[in-house]
């Protein structure tokens, strides 16, 4: 068992150093309905739509990922629009607005993200964060997950920082295989836990074939393909 363990250990380690792989995400928009579970119940509480584009900044290849969440008939709104490194996912910049309103607007340099942050207060509190070293977008779950090398027994530790939390590190691995009906079909999907710092794990189930976002599901709720995004797919 020990000369098997330590057979292992080169390639399991070399899947936790992996890093996002941009070119194994597909363009288009999804529209996925949220839900609540309390007890034995679970409602629709909401819809996310979410779409990815493949552009140029400044002659640099980037993808636009924007992630809209509407609950409760807008009661709750909350806009992310990322432009990441197509390549590797590294976040360039983001914008998370409530309600339509600018929240947070941060920038990843070289070596530091700056920016701003306004609270419910109209106060603006300036972000400067020194880097010692790569990070991923720690607003940014499923699509982040969905473009590493996911295989049979994958391990992955990524390191994030996020506006609310600071630094962290998403622990993801692959737990097994699962088929899932879809809108379109029956789909063959990995299952990926996967949690972000000392946080519950969420259970997501990925496209093998496309890498595509099917759904997660949490102890308080879920997040499943379809639902009705016209209005949020509007406001793109």
Known sequence: MLSLLFALAPALLQDRAAVPDGARLAEGGTCYTLSMTRGEVTRPIGVTWQSVARTLRDGRPVLEIVVHQSVNGGAFDMRDEFVLDAATLRPISLTNRRKGEVHVRAAYGADRITGERTGEDGAVTPIDVPLEGPVWEGNLF?????????????????????????????????????????????????????????DAPLRYLIGKADHRELSYRAAQGAQTLGGDCSALEAAQ
């Not at 530790?157 to 079909?185: A, N």
Request: glycine share 12%; proline share 7%.
């Open 142 to 198: 499923g699509l982040t997950f969905a473009a590493l090398p996911l295989a049979e027994g994958a391990e992955f530790s990524l390191p994030y920082w996020q506006y609310d939390k600071g630094f962290g590190r998403f622990s993801v691995r692959v737990t097994g295989s699962e088929t899932v009906e879809t809108p379109s079909g029956a789909v063959e999907a990995w299952v990926v836990e996967a949690a972000p710092g000392a």
